[in-house]
Structure formats: C-alpha cells, structure tokens
C-alpha cells in the first residue's frame, strides 16, 4: 500500500461558459442584422403589377380594405367625408404646394373602383397630385 495517499487521474472537464458565450453573440448578432418591414397592421391583397417600380413613401398612406374600411396613416377615418376633412386640414411643411406632396393609396385588389376613384376626388380636391399606388410584384 502507497500509505494512504490517494492519487488524483487527470479528468477530463468540458468547459461550457466560452460556449454559451458564443452563442449568445450568435443570436445577438441574428437579431441585429435582421431587417424588420415595418408595414401597418392592416391586412391587404394588393395587386400585382409587372412594371411597378420602388418609390419611397410620403407622409400620407390612404388605406382601403375590402370590407370598406379607410385609414390615413395609422388612424381609421369613420367615412370618405372625414377623410375629405382631414386632408382639408393637413399642412404640409417640407414642400412647397400640397401638389408635390407625396401620397401613398393602398387598396386591397377587391376593392371597387368606385372606391378609388373616390379617394382620387377627395386627394385632388384637397390639391394633392403627387400619388403612388401601391402594388406587389409577381412571382
């Protein structure tokens, strides 16, 4: 016997902090990187065009849904008259006129005609000329 000595083997250890480290900035830098499309929360199927080209939007979004809803922005506008009232009121500061002020409609592709011609009335009486219609690309 070795006199009550106990020698210790060398074990084997798996250190897992440096590991968990890593994967943390892994998912930290996932996340970052990741671009977020900030759209509103209003559900539409816009239809598609093939020569639609990017445009940046502007300070007004007009919104039609199917169901008849209408939204300036991210506020909902009870009819077609407070939507004439709001753009009534609406004052422009970085442009000039009202007619170079962009404005973005968007309608779902079931909205009618009528509906949008509507939209185009109030946005011309109210002096906007600068518009986009929204659209997707097809795939």
Known sequence: MRGGRHQRRP?????L???IDIVFQLILFFLVST???LLPAITLKLPSS???DSVSVGQITI??????????????VASYGELNER????????YESRRDYPVQLEADELVTN???????????KNGFAALNLRTTNPE
Do not use: C, H, Y
Not at 87 to 94: I, K, Q
């Open 11 to 15: 074990g084997a250890q798996v250190d």
């Open 87 to 94: 753009l009534a009121a609406f004052d422009e500061v970085e």
């Open 63 to 76: 919104t039609i849904e199917t169901n008849g809803s209408i939204w300036l922005n991210s506020d909902k």
């Open 35 to 37: 671009t977020f499309a």
């Open 114 to 124: 009528g509906d949008i011609v509507r939209v185009f009335d109030i946005l011309r």
């Open 50 to 52: 093939q020569t639609s």
């Open 17 to 19: 902090i440096p590991m």
